[in-house]
C-alpha cells in the first residue's frame, strides 16, 4: 500500500538558518511528488513539485527538494529561512492505483524563531 | 479570481443537528474533493468527483454525503452530526491527471457539541 512518512512533526528553527524538512513515501510504482504550505487559517497552497525531469526541483519563495528514487524521498530545503516562513507544510505524492489518488503526509509544523 | 470559496467558515452544531457545507471553484476543474484536518493525521478524503455527475468515497466517508450540483459546486452535508466530526473541513479542486496540484479553499472550522 502506498503511504508518505513525513520524519518530524516540529522543525524549530533559529531565522536565516538552514532548514530541511523531510518526506519519505513507499509506493511500487511511478509517482508524482508535491509539497505544499499552510499558513494559519489558511487552506494549503502549492510549494512545488516533481514531475518529471531533473531531480531538483524550485519553487516559491526560495524553497527546493530533490527527488531521490532509490531512497523514495523527497525533502524540502531552504537555505535561509525567514520568520514568515513558519506555517505547516504537507509533502504529498499523486499514485495510479486504477485512478490518481493523492495521498497526504501528516505535515511537519515549521517555528522559526528570531 | 476567488478560487475555491467554501462558506461558512465557522459553525457550531449540536449533536444530531444537520448542516451542509458549500464548496464553489471559479477555475473549470473538473475535479472536486472533500477533506477533513485533524492534528497530527493531515489531511483525510471524504469523498471527490472526478467530474460533473460522478461522485466516489474516499478514506473517511462514513457519516458524509455530498453532491456534485454542477461543475462548479460540490457540497457536503452531515445527516447526523456527532461529536467525532469536530474537525476542519477543506474542498479543493483540480484538473484531471495525476501530475495537477489541487487548489485549496480556506476551510471550515466546525464544532459539534
Known amino acids: 500500500a502506498q503511504s508518505v512518512t513525513q520524519l518530524d512533526s516540529q522543525v524549530p528553527v533559529f531565522e536565516e538558518a538552514p532548514v530541511e524538512l523531510r518526506c519519505n513515501y513507499s509506493?511500487?510504482?511511478?509517482?508524482?511528488l508535491f509539497w505544499y504550505v499552510q499558513y494559519p487559517n489558511q487552506g494549503l497552497q502549492l510549494l512545488l513539485k516533481?514531475?518529471?525531469?531533473?531531480?531538483l526541483v524550485k519553487g516559491i519563495n526560495g524553497f527546493e527538494a530533490e527527488f531521490n528514487k532509490s531512497q523514495t524521498s523527497f525533502h524540502l530545503r531552504k537555505p535561509s529561512v525567514h520568520i514568515s516562513d513558519t506555517a505547516e507544510y504537507f509533502c504529498a505524492v499523486s499514485v495510479w492505483t486504477g485512478g490518481f489518488k493523492t495521498i497526504f503526509g501528516a505535515g511537519t509544523r515549521l517555528f522559526v524563531k528570531a | 479570481n476567488a478560487g475555491v470559496t467554501q462558506t461558512p467558515k465557522f459553525q457550531v452544531l449540536k449533536t444530531g443537528q444537520s448542516m451542509t457545507l458549500q464548496c464553489a471553484q471559479d477555475m473549470n476543474h473538473n475535479s472536486m474533493y472533500w477533506y477533513r484536518q485533524d492534528p497530527g493525521m493531515g489531511l483525510r478524503l471524504i469523498y471527490y468527483?472526478?467530474?460533473?455527475?460522478?461522485?466516489d468515497k474516499g478514506e473517511v466517508p462514513n457519516g458524509y454525503n455530498v453532491s456534485r450540483l454542477n461543475k462548479r459546486e460540490f457540497s457536503l452535508r452531515l445527516e447526523s452530526a456527532a461529536p467525532s466530526q469536530t474537525s476542519v473541513y477543506f474542498c479543493?479542486?483540480?484538473?484531471?491527471?495525476?501530475?495537477?496540484?489541487?487548489?485549496f479553499g480556506d476551510g471550515t472550522r466546525l464544532s459539534i457539541l
Open positions: 516533481y514531475l518529471s525531469g531533473s531531480t
Open positions: 479543493a479542486s483540480s484538473e484531471v491527471g495525476g501530475n495537477q496540484p489541487q487548489h
Open positions: 468527483s472526478a467530474s460533473e455527475g460522478t461522485t
Open positions: 509506493s511500487s510504482v511511478s509517482v508524482y
